[in-house]
């Protein structure tokens, strides 16, 4: 019996030489795809003078967590920054997945009168939309967001496509659970509350992580509405990096603190501030995969 | 008077379904659907009156087609267009023969657990902001630090000033753009290949086909109309670009604008920087219409292919 699976795997599998090759090519390419991330935190240890002197090695002549050290002592406006983005994504992911479900299950209800006139309406979303301009002015001078927390949160809650993902989601759902509820006298939002959401947790997992990663890494958003520092998330802070490094610079020099400035880990701590922004979801990514695969899958259907 | 009182039936009979979508479709008119109507702005000469947007609409100017005529005089007109376009099309090009390619190879490798570990590492750009991105190429490309002019430099080759060099950057966006969706990408189509039916290949074997051979009459074969509905709804999207590959990657470096300006950017550019609101607007417009016509012709070709894979 033994032999004939190995003999049944052989027949199947590449020749050892084409299996090697397969492999080396693969990896290779894995390895791109991480390197710039090892790197970013190569640099981050460096010594900056070493770097200021050599550019940036891949094996750094002086180590030092110097850039690390000197964030978490002056890094205010990094720790607010960290405040900002984990309320966004926090509120932002939970006010998201509420809405959409609330919004797919009704469309996904056959008996829902209405359903064919709301799923258009969050179809034609994905085929048409009025572009950046009108967005702007409606978000800033229709419904004065500019420069509140909403602007960073309102604009992303709804989306079309995660509602067709849950709308498919629900539609699996045996018709039978809800009926016999429905017999037993429960409400819609009973059912919608005590049935339908424990049965779909995979599904919100999945969108909701969607969401998560979605509002941890934008940006844009705050480029277009936020001015206000304290409202920066830190992916928008990591990009005003460059003027907040020169705006410290400066505070430093007129309130007489030349070594400050003198001593400011200027390219280093841009990577640490790099690797601390990402660090949350590099060791966290291989965990939720399996949820991004299996929304991307079913993401693919429809009705 | 019998039809009126239906419909107050119907809706009481559907009213905790409606509380439900509610919230929702208060979303999508206030963010989606009243900027649609917003576009009416691009036959304006809008300025601000300060007593807010309706009045400030009211009191602007209507000035018909002149946004267009002013846009399509210049040269921006065309050098987004073909900007967005080309882009587009390499991306969509490449990225489906990578994506495959790298589909069929992770399939083949006889160790799942290491195909599963290259998979994952392959997955991370795609987690990845395009600020972040944007540093990653940033310390290859610094002038005076970055890896690749210390490696150009070591071979005795004088260092490239790679942030106003506009000739490489078609490379360099196409490079980064396929680095960070591959391994995404790459994902459907393996998902396809694990779920064709085996016994397809067993009697491929029998018959003697080798390897290459099944790859070549099989697993393309059998991957060909997802690759096609892909590839089809790629294209109804090909009139808009990734704002955050083509404004953080460069830098925003104006000296790459000819190569690195699209359609997204140059909206952008015009509603936060030169402050051409009229002519940004058009542009937006534009934008929207062909990309409507686009959507809806790949979506009807999808649905002639496949009807469930067509968006509706």
């Known amino acids: ?303 | 008077m019998q039809a009126i009182l239906q419909i107050f039936k119907d809706f009481h009979k559907n009213l905790p379904i409606l509380l439900m979508v509610l919230p929702g479709a208060l979303g999508f008119i206030l963010f989606s659907y009243l900027p649609m109507g917003g576009t009416l702005l691009s036959f304006k000469q809008y300025r601000y009156n300060g007593e807010g947007f309706l009045s400030s609409f009211f009191s602007s100017e209507w000035v018909g087609l002149r946004n267009f005529t002013f846009l399509f005089g210049t040269n921006d007109a065309y050098i987004i267009t073909r900007n967005t376009l080309l882009y587009n099309i390499a991306f969509i090009v490449l990225g489906t023969i990578a994506a495959v390619a790298m589909a069929i190879l992770l399939s083949e490798i006889v160790n799942k657990r290491l195909s599963k570990l290259y998979q994952t590492g392959m997955f991370l750009p795609h987690f990845m902001s395009f600020v972040i991105v944007g540093f990653f190429v940033y310390s290859f490309l610094n002038m005076d630090k970055g890896l690749l002019n210390s490696i150009l430099e070591r071979f005795g080759m004088e260092g490239i000033s790679w942030y106003t060099t506009p000739e490489y950057w078609p490379f360099i966006l196409i490079l980064t753009n396929l680095w960070k969706s591959i391994g995404y990408s790459s994902v459907v189509y393996l998902a396809a290949i694990t779920g064709f039916d085996r016994s397809l290949y067993e009697a491929a074997m029998m018959d003697g086909a080798s390897k290459w051979k099944q790859i070549r009459s099989i697993t393309l074969p059998l991957l060909k109309p997802l690759v096609i509905i892909m590839t089809l709804l790629a294209v109804g999207r090909i009139f808009y670009a990734d704002f955050g590959l083509f404004y953080n990657v460069p830098r925003n470096s104006g000296a790459l604008y000819p190569v690195t300006n699209v359609i997204d950017t140059y909206v952008f550019r015009g509603l936060k920087t030169t402050g051409e609101m009229g002519m940004a607007t058009a542009a937006g417009l534009y934008q929207s219409i062909v990309g409507f016509i686009l959507v809806m012709a790949s979506n009807y070709t999808v649905r002639k292919l496949d009807k469930d894979n067509a968006l509706f």
């Open chain 1, 1 to 303: 019996m033994s032999i004939k699976t190995r003999k049944y795997r052989d027949i199947h599998s590449l020749s050892p030489l084409m299996n090697i090759v397969f492999n080396v090519v693969a990896a290779l390419f894995a390895l791109i795809c991480l390197f710039p991330f090892a790197f970013v935190v190569i640099l981050s240890f460096t010594d900056e003078k070493s770097l200021a002197l050599h550019g940036y090695r891949l094996i750094p002549e002086k180590w030092s967590t110097y850039a690390y050290e000197y964030l978490f002592q002056n890094g205010s406006q990094l720790l607010q920054s960290y405040v900002v983005t984990i309320t966004v994504t926090v509120v932002g992911t939970l006010i998201s997945v509420l809405v959409i479900a609330l919004y797919a299950y009704g469309i996904s209800r056959s008996s829902f009168k209405y359903r064919s006139f709301f799923s258009f309406l969050a179809l034609f979303t994905m085929l048409f939309n009025g572009g950046l301009v009108p967005t702007f002015i409606v978000v800033t001078q229709v419904l004065h967001l500019k420069d509140t927390i909403w602007a960073l949160i309102l604009p992303m809650a709804m989306n079309a496509f995660y509602i067709m993902i849950m709308r498919t989601f629900f539609k699996g759902l045996p018709d039978g659970i809800i009926e016999s509820a429905k017999i037993d006298g429960a409400t819609e939002f009973q059912i919608f509350r005590k049935i339908v959401l424990p049965l779909s947790l995979p599904g919100l997992a999945t969108i909701g992580l969607f969401c998560t990663l979605g509002y941890w890494n934008d940006w844009f958003n705050a480029l277009l509405y936020i001015d206000n520092p304290n409202l920066v998330p830190l992916q928008s802070m990591l990009m005003r990096i460059e003027s907040s490094m020169a705006f410290i610079l400066q505070n430093a020099n007129t309130n007489g603190l030349g070594s400050v400035a003198a001593s400011l880990p200027q390219e280093t701590s841009r990577m640490a501030m790099v690797v601390l922004a990402t660090g949350p979801i590099v060791l966290a990514y291989p965990f939720f995969q399996r949820f991004f695969v299996q929304g991307l899958t079913v993401g693919s259907l429809k009705e």
